[in-house]
C-alpha cells in the first residue's frame, strides 16, 4: 500500500499560479502509474492530468491543457502539478492518486485509482 500526502494548495487570484505537490511512501514511487483529480462542490470527482507508470505518457484533461503540466522526482518521491493562469473554475480539492495497474486503460477514470490523498484545496478568486 502507498501512503500519499497532498500540498501546495491556497488562495490565489485569476491569473496567478500554483504549484502542487503529491509526497508518495510506502513502496517503490517509479512502480506506478499516477495522477491527478479535482472535485468542486457539488460535483464529481473529474480528472485532471495523469503519467503513465513508465512515466513516458502524460494525460491531460482538455480544460487544463497548455496551462497544466504534470511531472515527478522519482529521487524524492514526489509528484507535481505545475498550475499556470489559473481561473475561477479551477477552484477544488485537488488529489493526487495511484492507479491500480499498469494499463493505460482507464487512466482518466476515478475507478482505475485505489490509493488517494486527503486533498488540498485551490482557490481562485475573480
Known amino acids: 500500500q502507498v501512503q500519499l500526502i497532498e500540498s501546495g494548495g491556497g488562495l490565489v487570484q485569476a491569473g496567478d499560479s500554483l504549484r502542487l505537490a503529491c509526497a508518495a511512501s510506502g513502496r517503490t514511487f517509479s512502480d506506478y502509474a499516477m495522477g491527478w483529480f479535482r472535485q468542486a462542490p457539488g460535483k464529481e470527482r473529474e480528472f485532471v492530468a495523469a503519467?503513465?507508470?513508465?512515466?513516458?505518457?502524460?494525460y491531460y484533461a482538455d480544460s487544463v491543457k497548455g496551462r497544466f503540466t504534470i511531472s515527478r522526482d522519482n529521487a524524492k518521491n514526489t509528484m507535481y502539478l505545475q498550475m499556470n493562469s489559473l481561473k475561477p473554475e479551477d477552484t477544488a480539492v485537488y488529489y493526487c492518486a495511484v492507479k491500480t495497474s499498469k494499463s493505460p486503460v482507464g487512466t482518466r477514470s476515478t475507478s482505475a485509482y485505489g490509493s488517494w490523498g486527503q486533498g488540498t484545496q485551490v482557490t481562485v478568486s475573480s
Open positions: 503519467f503513465s507508470w513508465t512515466g513516458g505518457s502524460t
